[in-house]
């Protein structure tokens, strides 16, 4: 195995860990509140002209699997996890690091999007992925949405992803926040999506060095997300709510997927990739308004 | 008064009237169902980057009138006018037919989306514009778009649609629904947003001929609309539903929100040329799902 095959064996095994460690923590928290609810899998493979359905390995475009729990705390939580590989179109290649001369690419990565049922505990995104073309790089993210913020939910979500960050630099924290609210923006409302988080993209990977930094970078956004979350999920998920809390709910879901489909990039690269598309829009909320 | 500016004054004057006559429609019919829901009128400017607010007459970027109303029968219905005027940003007016080399332009048009309380009554969207660059055009169409079909309304609202084609030729009607059909389409989902009706674009207008000819088509369409969609509202409205078609309805509205939010050129126009934000996405649905 090339040095490079063994970098992407190593970040699709953990994507794959840390999935399967989400999904039990979140079951758990379906079980405090009483609940049977899990997850369902579907393994999907990716589609398009000219790829061949079935494992890379096998030479085929390589596909995921889709978990998908509709629980009572959890309205509807997604967490995928892809491995996919082939050519870029050549318009869509201009667009990606490394790929104007050569279309090859690999990406391999986790995406989550929990939409809550009380209105009181925030929605949350996190997403973090490994890509392969002429360059490699890390990239991901996670950010909080509570259609009714919590200052105090807010700073433990920032806290904790600082502490994830400190090790890698003084300013690490600092800058990716400011990406997330740059990148978690909706301009045609002028407001953000959410209350931020955490951003990154084109953390160069091409060395030993530069891979196992990035690398280790990742897992602890990984690591921190699954610390930080649950617990404002456990304070919040017994929270009384009214009507109008549950409406306040669904216009900010409408923002949220107007977000997704007019300018996340995620989705975009889902839709360009033969991206499974229940996969990549099962970050849609389950109901929505637009007033 | 320019023979330009008489043909945008009477296009605006056709637009703003069919408006009138749509509401009024609408009203009694909700009238019919015992409510007195009517329409609520806001009027905005045009705003955006070196756009002075105020009508186009005063130098200003003109502006439009929303209106809306929530009924017992129109659950959420949309109907705007607008007369907009200005320069395209340079890298949007490379877009626009005849603004390549000067980015002015002039628009009037109507917009409507109607989101229909009863699943069985097809939700319907009808634009019809008057656009000037250094060229000059009609364009506009309506679509049909019920959660749950009634191969019947399909074939009446098409029907009428296809009695305002013929005066203009054998094949205009074919050739107009053929367009909605591929215009109206959900390329990630690979399926139709509706059940068609007519799209057209780009007719110019440059000759009195060509501009007499146009206008006349465009406002057959708007009277084919205004007789073809109330008797379907009145056939349907009454009809029994279960939890299931509320459930049908709102997926299905899901999929309508995807397609204005990714695919619709009259969105993006809208983003791009500083339209009111609530006018633009009034077409979204009081409340969708996705599964």
Redesign the interface.
């Known amino acids: 195995m090339t040095e490079m095959e063994s970098r992407k064996a190593e970040a699709r095994a953990w994507f794959e860990s840390l999935r399967t460690r989400i999904c039990e923590a979140f079951e758990a928290i379906e079980r405090e509140a009483g609940s049977d609810a899990s997850f369902d899998y579907q393994a999907w493979d990716r589609e398009g002209e000219g790829v061949t359905p079935g494992p890379l390995e096998a030479g085929g475009g390589g596909g995921g699997v889709r978990g998908v729990m509709k629980g009572k705390v959890f309205e ?1 939580v997604g967490v995928n996890v892809s491995t996919v590989g082939g050519a870029f179109s050549p318009e869509f290649a201009k667009q990606i690091n490394g790929a104007a001369d050569d279309p090859r690419f690999f990406a391999t990565g986790i995406s989550l999007v929990a939409h809550m049922a009380n209105p009181h505990v925030p929605a949350v995104h996190m997403n973090t992925r490994f890509l392969v073309t002429t360059k490699s790089w890390f990239g991901g993210g996670a950010d909080l949405n509570p259609p009714i913020p919590y200052e105090e939910d807010t700073q433990a979500f920032h806290a904790r992803f600082r502490a994830a960050c400190a090790p890698f630099g003084p300013d690490v924290y600092e800058r990716y926040a400011k990406w997330a609210d740059d990148y978690f923006f909706i301009p ?2 002028g407001v953000a999506r959410g209350v931020g988080g955490i951003f990154y993209d084109h953390l160069e990977s091409d060395s030993d060095t530069l891979f196992e930094r990035n690398f280790a970078l990742t897992r602890a956004v990984g690591e921190a997300f699954l610390d930080a979350y649950p617990p404002i999920v456990r304070k919040r998920m017994n929270a009384d709510f009214t009507d109008a809390d549950i409406h306040t709910q ?1 216009v900010w879901r ?1 923002r949220y ?2 977000f997704n ?2 300018h996340d990039r995620g989705t975009l690269f889902g ?1 360009k990739t033969g991206g499974n ?1 229940d996969a ?2 099962m970050s ?8």
């Open positions: 509807k045609h409302r669904r409408g997927a107007e489909l007019v839709l598309i990549i829009l849609l909320p389950p109901l929505a308004a637009w007033d």
